[in-house]
T-cell receptor, first 110, second 114 residues
């Protein structure tokens, strides 16, 4: 099982601010993912990475960007936050097929 | 693309009752995963199934990989209040450019009344 960490857990910011959501895992998994989820709803893949310097857009279009400079670190950045970005953001990593999730970041943009 | 249909969408049960939920697809899956998500938290992997016909238990949870490879079932016996949450099924995409990605069901919201 992976140890995967996300910070901050909760974030309330004003429109137009730049934010970075942090995600780190300690298991050396090559594959990492970002999902967006509204309360009680489905998970939507917005970004994924199969290794260092590899990033791809997911199935749901997102204005966020990601980077993968180190295996253990997969941050997500919003250059200019908007109220429509209010959601829960979940990070996951995977050694093979099964994915292990972090606790999530609950983002509210006012 | 591949889709997973999960049912029921929600369940309201009394503590002590058994629960059954299922996941079906028009496509074949080679792996089935079941997750539970508590409010405000990330999903936690409960059971992974890798072989058609496989029946796997984890405490009071039992999951089965359907023989046709197009469905899976999750049963919870003698439910308790902490079973409350959303249960998701998931399976890996077939491959190619979708390699390494999972398809998730819509989730089953479980409420347990004491």
């Amino acid at each position: 099982e992976a140890d995967i960490y996300q910070t901050p857990r909760y974030l309330v910011i004003g429109t137009g601010k730049k934010i970075t959501l942090e995600c780190s895992q300690t298991m050396g998994h090559d594959k990492m993912y970002w999902y967006q989820q509204d309360p009680g709803m489905e998970l939507h893949l917005i970004h994924y990475s199969y290794g260092v310097n590899s990033t791809e857009k997911g199935d749901l279009s997102s204005e966020s960007t990601v980077s993968r400079i180190r295996t253990e670190h997969f941050p997500l950045t919003l250059e200019s936050a908007r109220p429509s970005h209010t959601s829960q953001y979940l990070c996951a990593s995977s050694p093979r097929v099964e994915q292990y999730f972090g606790p999530g970041t609950r983002l509210t943009v006012t | 693309g591949q889709q997973l249909n999960q049912s029921p969408q929600s369940m309201f049960i009394q503590e002590g009752e058994d629960v059954s939920m299922n996941c079906t697809s028009s496509s074949i899956f080679n792996t089935w995963l079941w997750y539970k998500q508590d409010p405000g938290e990330g999903p936690v992997l409960l059971i992974a199934l890798y072989k058609a016909g496989e029946l796997t238990s984890n405490g009071r949870l039992t999951a089965q990989f359907g023989i046709t490879r197009k469905d899976s079932f999750l049963n919870i016996s003698a439910s308790i209040p902490s079973d409350v949450g959303i249960y998701f099924c998931a399976g890996p995409h077939a491959g190619g450019t979708s390699y390494g990605k999972l398809t998730f069901g819509q989730g089953t919201i479980l409420t347990v009344h004491p």
